[in-house]
């Protein structure tokens, strides 16, 4: 099955930045819209951004204009450029084909926290 590897989290104050990367392997990458989802303690898992196989991006109206989503096929990995952090922004972070090819299927994510 597919693995994912996502790296990137830490602890930064508000307005700071972040770069998440998520590699993926035992996939055909360059086929797959991918997506970054994110859960806070306490919340459902939820997709914050997602790039198509033809490189169009979408993104929650949380995040939009501060978080951008990018893909590097040659590498496997997609990217999650992060700015004007905000506490509310603090979760674990993880990337996924969109749609998921499987519910139960989860790299171990990566965590970001954000203080105030």
């Known amino acids: 099955q597919v693995q994912l590897v996502e790296s990137g989290g830490g602890l930064v104050q508000a307005g700071g930045s972040l770069r998440l990367s998520c590699a993926a392997s035992?996939?055909?990458?360059?086929?797959?819209?991918m997506g970054w989802y994110r859960q806070a303690p306490g919340k459902q898992r939820e997709l914050v951004a997602d790039i198509t196989s033809g490189g169009t991006t979408n993104y929650a109206d949380s995040v939009k204009g501060r978080f951008t989503i990018s893909r590097d096929n040659a590498k496997n990995t997609v990217y999650l450029q992060m700015n004007s952090l905000k506490p509310e922004d603090t979760a674990v972070y993880y990337c996924?084909?969109?749609?998921?090819?499987?519910?139960?299927?989860w790299g171990q994510g990566t965590q970001v926290t954000v203080s105030s």
């Open positions: 035992r996939i055909l990458f360059r086929i797959y819209s």
């Open positions: 996924n084909t969109k749609p998921l090819l499987s519910r139960n299927n």
